[in-house]
């Protein structure tokens, strides 16, 4: 057991290290300078994205090409989630039945934005965490019965597959997949086999609008069409697309769709949404019960109210959702599509295989290049602890390359350029 002398130590050096965090952090804010003129962009687009950069708490000699996974909130977000924070505990809200916890309440002021930039109704958008959160809360709450089969990809992440696998081994459904080809060629290889593979038995088509494995970036409103079509449900697991390239949910037409905007939105983690097409909201069971959990004039808002949460998470989310359309959704598509072409046609140059789609359509952001003999983990170690360059990918050969729109060509040049030097290292080349 502690004494008190080492009790009242211990105490004092924690609370210093958290104080001398909160000033560190605090201090590298301000001195990140204001976000450029959006003019700045039509006039010279290059100086415009290396002021963006300076936005970043990621270190000057750092380059990070993992935005797969999870993105790195600019300091707009986080100055508004320490104004969150301010606000929120000071616990002197006007009505005294009001409290900070997120999960009790409409937060329309955070759904309001967010249903208008991802094109769909503020009732139709619950506020959760993120995108395993929304899918299990899809996999959950679909009525199936024994023998009901859900279709999905070869290529869903964990978060969005599993979930269906426990419904399975619990309640007997069936679980089919089609097998992506690598690359996909078009979009009508990809409906063909979603056509071929649909029975009497499919209940839902769930798929991932943009894959966590290649990139690919699947054509979800074909997709959703047909599904429409054979009187089946379409599930999306759309983690990678709010940020990354426009997206309107009511154009797309699918039935549920689940993201995680902390990915290319660059929102704060633990910032996600669940969309239930309104037609659909009365089909699907609650996960989660407190409050409201059977009460239909709620619609989506039932699905969000999940009990104590993080509402500067909000207004961090609230605030990234304003940057990217300060900066425009199409300006931040089309960079984001320039990048990852350039370090894709780089990267061919150099004898990698391409498992990113030769469709322009249907890739953006993400470059997934198989590059045997070249081994992943050794090359991800090497990058990172040799060079701070930060990339991804999975076993033996394959690398996964993002291309968040703050990235310099220079950073790109600087990847290829160690990339070569590693192969010559290990006699690769």
């Not at 910032?271 to 407190?290: C, P």
Request: with cysteine; aromatic share 10%.
């Amino acid at each position: 057991m502690l004494d008190r002398r080492r009790f009242l130590s211990t105490a004092a050096t924690g609370l210093a290290a958290s104080l001398a965090f909160r000033s560190n952090l605090l201090a590298q804010l301000d001195k990140t300078p204001p976000p450029p003129d959006h003019i700045l962009l039509d006039k010279n687009e290059d100086a415009y994205w290396a002021a963006m950069r300076k936005q970043f708490l990621i270190p000057e000699d750092e380059i990070y090409l993992n935005n797969g996974t999870v993105g790195s909130s600019p300091a707009p977000v986080l100055r508004t989630i320490f104004d969150g924070y301010t606000t929120t505990e000071k616990m002197d809200q006007q009505d005294p039945e009001d409290y900070p916890i997120w999960g009790y309440a409409s937060w329309n002021e955070f759904r309001d934005p967010l249903a208008a930039f991802v094109g769909c109704n503020r009732d139709e958008i619950a506020l959760l965490r993120n995108a395993t959160e929304a899918n299990s809360y899809i996999a959950n709450g679909v009525d199936m019965k024994p023998g009901d089969e859900v279709l999905m990809t070869d290529q869903e992440h964990p978060g969005g597959e599993h979930p269906w696998n426990l419904k399975a081994k619990r309640y007997g459904i069936v679980v089919k997949k089609i097998t992506l080809p690598r690359p996909v060629k078009d979009a009508a290889q990809v409906l063909n086999l979603f056509g071929d593979a649909i029975t009497p038995r499919t209940r839902v088509l769930f798929f991932s609008h943009i894959t966590t494995f290649s990139g690919v970036v699947l054509p979800a409103k074909e997709l959703a069409a047909l599904a429409r079509s054979k009187g089946v449900l379409s599930a999306v697991d759309g983690a990678h697309v709010p940020g990354m390239m426009r997206l309107n949910l009511h154009e797309l037409g699918c039935d549920m769709y689940s993201s995680s905007p902390h990915k290319w939105l660059q929102a704060p983690k633990g910032s996600g949404f669940l969309y239930v097409r309104d037609e659909v909201i009365d089909r699907l069971w609650n996960t989660i019960a407190t409050e409201g959990w059977d009460d239909p004039k709620l619609r989506a808002e039932r699905f969000q109210r999940i009990g104590s949460s993080n509402v500067p998470a909000l207004w961090g989310l609230r605030a990234a959702i304003k940057l990217a359309n300060d900066i425009g959704m199409d300006r931040i598509e089309r960079r984001h599509r320039w990048l990852a072409d350039y370090i894709l046609d780089e990267m061919k140059k150099r004898g990698a295989e391409s498992w990113t789609s030769p469709a322009p359509a249907l890739r953006c952001a993400i470059v997934t290049v198989n590059v045997p003999p070249v081994p992943r983990m050794d090359l991800e170690n090497w990058m990172w602890h040799t060079h701070k360059i930060r990339i991804r990918g999975a076993e033996p050969n394959k690398l996964r390359l993002s291309t968040p729109y703050y990235l310099q060509k220079r950073d790109i040049d600087r990847f290829l350029e160690k990339f070569d030097e590693y192969r010559r290292e290990k006699k690769l080349a």
